[in-house]
């Protein structure tokens, strides 16, 4: 991880407003180290996006100072900032083959026309494009306009490129497919890259680290496996994959250990993440995966629960079981769907459980 002052990309106390009045992006400080692979990850009206545009130069800054390779950018146009961008809409010109959609960045560059076509059919190879020099973009399937999208970014060799959502008009297995050949290339390459979506997913499958954005702030930054295991708040741990949570009251709080009674009565132990004070309120949170119902499957020093079956749903790999659980009817089991997986049915008692450590106390929603 990059510090503010080694950071090949650092926003320093960025604000960003559109009226004068509220700040969209409040307050950034955020460092992104060289050969990084970083994502902006949250829900619509966030942030993340603002904070792309004003990285790209496409939007300015309220206050504070962004900068690259060590260098402020705040007055630098767009264009002489020397960032590959690749958007969802593709942005290619209909009027133009795709060899003259990746000339264009290297014809603005001043480069010669025997360095533009060694350029171009190399960053047509990197993206397995390299029949399709002389089609226009509307000869061209979807998936196949993103790739040339992504080699009009990469063909002048920038050290920083920008995706915003560029994966969100592809199907679902193309998406999931691309996804791994971004990444790929991103190792391959050693290039930084900054991307924006709001598809959790994506986010975990391709990143180095996510900063997660809600209402202008990054409320957590950490690596996928850190984000999903330990998340910092309940907007993380609702934000990022399925999620339980039951309400409940810190009845004792011993370092990192609380002891939390649920609204049922039921007493749980649970890590202490931000619950803040002995009687406070908390929501515990729990992953799908971490609950079994079958006793040789529960960890040692399991919490054991009343529950009842309320719904069944079956999803090809998995079985995915609704539950009521301590006056909560949205708690869900993730069982694999495996030959001899024992039958449940709606209306069915059950005893479920997971293991303390697997049970987060977090802030209230």
């Not at 926003?11 to 460092?31: A, I, M, R």
């Not at 719904?311 to 993730?334: H, N």
């Amino acid at each position: 991880m990059a510090s503010q002052n080694d950071a090949f990309v650092a926003f320093e106390h960025v604000q960003k407003s559109y009226d004068g009045v509220s700040l969209v992006v409040k307050d950034l400080n955020l460092s992104i180290g060289k050969g990084e692979f970083l994502t902006m990850l949250g829900p619509s009206g966030s942030g993340k996006t603002t904070c792309l545009m004003m990285l790209a130069g496409f939007e300015t800054a309220t206050n504070g100072e962004i900068r690259l390779d060590g260098k402020p950018i705040n007055s630098v146009p767009p264009h002489k900032r020397g960032i590959g961008m690749v958007f969802q809409n593709y942005a290619l010109f209909p009027h133009m083959t795709v060899g003259e959609n990746l000339a264009f960045p290297l014809e603005v560059r001043g480069l010669g026309k025997d360095e533009r076509e060694a350029k171009i059919k190399r960053a047509l190879d990197m993206v397995q494009m390299g029949a399709f020099a002389n089609r226009r973009p509307a000869q061209l399937s979807g998936g196949q306009q993103q790739r040339i999208a992504l080699a009009r970014a990469l063909v002048f060799d920038p050290s920083l490129v920008l995706m915003d959502e560029p994966l969100g008009a592809l199907d679902k297995q193309l998406r999931e497919h691309m996804q791994f050949e971004i990444k790929h290339l991103h190792e391959s390459l050693g290039i930084t890259v900054v991307y924006v979506t709001h598809d959790q997913g994506e986010a975990l499958t391709m990143s180095d680290r996510v900063a997660v954005f809600n209402d202008g702030r990054i409320q957590q930054l950490a690596p996928p496996a850190d984000l999903y295991e330990r998340p910092d708040n309940s907007f993380v741990a609702q934000f990022i994959g399925e999620n339980n949570k039951l309400s409940g009251v810190i009845e004792e709080l011993t370092g990192d250990k609380a002891l939390v009674r649920l609204a049922t009565g039921e007493l749980i132990d649970a890590t202490a993440v931000n619950a803040k004070e002995k009687g406070g309120k908390t929501l515990v949170s729990i992953r799908p995966e971490r609950v079994e119902f079958k006793a040789d499957m529960m960890p040692d020093g399991a919490h054991m629960i009343d529950a009842e079956v309320l719904e069944i749903i079956y999803m090809g790999d998995i079985l995915r079981v609704v539950l009521r659980v301590a006056g909560s009817d949205d708690f869900v089991m993730k069982m694999r769907n495996t030959l001899g997986q024992t039958r449940l049915n709606p209306g069915q008692k059950i005893k479920v459980g997971w293991h303390p450590q697997d049970a987060r106390a977090l802030d209230p929603m």
